[in-house]
């Protein structure tokens, strides 16, 4: 059985926003990922932000699945952050060391500010 998850899309400017509600593990990970991949297509001067308020548990899968799409929009000159963290997910990324590399803050507009 697929655990719920559930990822929506909006534009802020000129920046992709994705919020994610639910949670993330081995039965929906490379299903959700594949339809974000889809979705930012060639990453290319890509700005994107996962905005994880309703995220309340991630996998490991699902790390490697965003330091991959940070490091794919990296090489092509585009941006990425994470924000809207809960204390628990945030826990979750600092322990691994995902809040070293990917630009973490705690609003949305936080992030995009900062992108330009």
């Known amino acids: ?3 719920l998850i559930e ?3 909006k534009d802020l400017n000129d920046v992709s926003v994705f919020e994610f509600s639910g949670e993330l593990d081995e039965t929906n990970a490379d299903k959700t990922f594949k339809s974000i991949y889809d979705d930012i297509w060639d990453f290319k001067d890509k700005k994107i ?5 309703g995220l309340t548990y991630l996998n490991s899968k699902s790390i490697w699945y965003i330091a ?3 490091s794919n929009i990296e090489d092509n000159n585009g941006k990425m952050a994470i924000s809207n963290c809960n204390d628990s997910v945030f826990d979750i ?5 995902i809040t070293t590399i990917i630009n ?3 609003t949305e507009e936080e ?3 900062q992108m330009k």
């Open 93 to 97: 990324l600092e322990l691994v060391g």
């Open 1 to 3: 059985m697929e655990t």
């Open 7 to 9: 990822v929506n899309k």
């Open 111 to 113: 992030a995009a500010e």
């Open 68 to 70: 991959d799409v940070f």
């Open 104 to 106: 973490t803050v705690k």
């Open 49 to 53: 932000i996962f905005n994880l308020s």
